[in-house]
């Protein structure tokens, strides 16, 4: 995607953030705990929970915050959170998809409408954007684990898809229902990975000037200040111009 890498650097610069990272530190918590909820507590047999520490440890999770959130499901806690994707439309038509993660369907879906509203967007159906992207598994390794012939041949052994290399990292692609399999892979290859997880990859993109990029950085600003959002994606195409200038 040709706005992955950018994207990723935005999200970098936020996350240093302290208020922003206590907020994603408490969406990481979450999701350890509703992964080891739904199934082993321990993380060798627990694929989903393994990929959730992965990115908490990425991310500078404490080990201790870690292990709280792994006890906690074990206490009762996550029993009724519901997972929940909303899909629409943000500024110039850009598509958004809205993962959250709930223990009250009617008060996100309320909030969620209100913020796509107030941010120039329109909430849709179910499948009304998700046709533009493809569900994937993405690792991510920094430039330092070798140059993009060591990490696509690599890549090709672990069984991914597709390589994406430039001078800040590698970006890794497979099948969704291969991650685990492919990252396991490349972790004896290459070493630990900086992210491994699920996202949505778009397949067609929507280009975006500085006005509809402030405007788009507004709304999601806006859905990732809900506790119940726990990750935002879009199609968005920006320049290098436009980037610099956000």
């Known amino acids: 995607m040709a706005g992955h890498s950018k994207w ?24 350890i705990t509703v992964a080891a909820k739904m199934g082993d507590p321990d993380p060798d047999n627990n694929p989903r929970l393994r990929m959730a520490i992965k990115e908490g440890k990425s991310q500078s999770l404490p080990k201790d915050v870690i292990d709280r959130a792994i006890k906690k499901s074990q206490a009762g806690e996550g029993d009724d959170y519901e997972e929940i994707r909303y899909e629409g439309y943000g500024p110039n038509g850009v598509a958004v998809i809205v993962e959250a993660m709930t223990d009250n369907r009617n008060r996100t879906a309320s909030t969620v409408r209100s913020t796509f509203t107030k941010c120039g967007g329109n909430l849709g159906e179910t499948g009304s954007v998700g046709f533009m992207f493809d569900r994937k598994g993405e690792i991510t390794y920094p430039a330092s684990v070798g140059d993009a012939d060591t990490v696509l041949m690599a890549a090709i052994e672990a069984g991914a898809e597709d390589v994406e ?10 099948e969704d229902t291969s991650l685990n399999e492919v990252s396991t892979a490349l972790e004896a290859a290459l070493g630990e990975s900086d992210s491994t997880k699920l996202v949505w990859r778009p397949t067609t993109t929507t280009e975006m000037d500085l006005d509809g990029m402030q405007k788009l950085m507004r709304l999601i600003d806006a859905l990732e200040d809900d506790d119940d959002v726990q990750r935002v994606t879009t199609n968005f195409e920006a320049s290098d111009e436009v980037m610099e200038q956000l």
Do not use: M
């Not at 430039?166 to 692609?173: A, L, P, Q, R, S």
């Open 165 to 174: 290399s430039t001078e800040e990292g590698h970006v890794i692609w497979c």
């Open 8 to 31: 990723a650097n935005i999200q970098h610069r936020k996350n240093r953030q302290d208020s922003v990272r206590s907020k994603l530190f408490s969406k990481l918590s979450k999701e």
